[in-house]
């Protein structure tokens, strides 16, 4: 009876979203698990936090421009979400490298958990903390430090603060990268967008900034510096 369900589940998924679990988040406004398109994704009210476009755009940007990871390097999630980008280092791109994921939202790292399966992966490392705080108390070196970090469609302000870019420098290796993603799609957001690349250029000395257009209307910005 439950395969049952699971396959008509997934046929209508097709269709339109099928909801699988609502949360009733502190954090994340309207966050559910639902099928859609015959996959499971992590949503809040207006974007896709995993496994749907999201985890497409980053797929098709590690392809574009792979990290600099070496046996042994370790890996900083912040706004780990779902999992989607620990999973595509892990099992699309085959690093085993150690990856450590922060996330604010309890919600988020259970459906991570229940919903998704991400303590299969091995050498992982889940903290629900705020970003901010990790990073200000941070004494480890990164080889690559992704940044997710959303509140439904917005990256709080903090985050896009020159504190928080020089916590980011201070803890990334030697030769690392950093990624930080960016939804553009509107004036503001790209002009959002600019400020943040010129922090970027301003305390790393290089920038790069990647456009992903999975979704047209609303492009991921990949805004990359490097150690």
Do not use: W
Not at 91 to 104: K, Q, R, V
Not at 126 to 139: P, T
Not at 151 to 180: I, Y
């Amino acid at each position: 009876m439950k395969k049952a369900r699971k396959a008509l589940q997934y046929l209508a998924s097709f269709t339109g979203d099928i909801p699988v679990q609502k949360y009733n988040s502190p954090v994340s406004p309207a966050l559910e698990v639902c099928m859609s398109g015959g996959r499971l994704q992590l949503n809040s009210a207006n974007v896709n936090y995993s496994y749907g476009p999201l985890h497409d755009a980053f797929s098709r940007y590690f392809r574009l421009d792979k990290p600099p990871l070496n046996p042994g390097d370790q890996v900083l999630i912040l706004g780990f979400g779902g999992g989607s980008v620990a999973e595509i280092l892990r099992e699309e791109l085959g690093y085993d490298n150690p990856i450590t994921g922060i996330d604010a939202d309890e919600c988020v790292l259970d459906a991570a958990k229940r919903h998704f399966n991400i303590e299969r992966l091995k050498d992982l490392t889940l903290v629900c903390s705020d970003a901010l705080e990790f990073m200000e108390a941070c004494r480890v070196q990164y080889q690559l430090i992704v940044v997710d970090i959303y509140v439904d469609k917005n990256v709080p302000g903090p985050f896009e603060s020159a504190e928080f870019v020089r916590h980011l420098r201070r803890c990334l290796s030697d030769g690392g990268k950093v990624v930080f993603n960016k939804f553009a799609g509107t004036t503001t957001l790209e002009q959002q967008a600019g400020r943040l690349g010129r922090l970027f250029e301003q305390i790393f000395g290089n920038v790069r900034t990647f456009r992903i257009a999975v979704n047209r209307n609303a492009p991921n910005l990949m805004i990359t510096s490097k150690g």
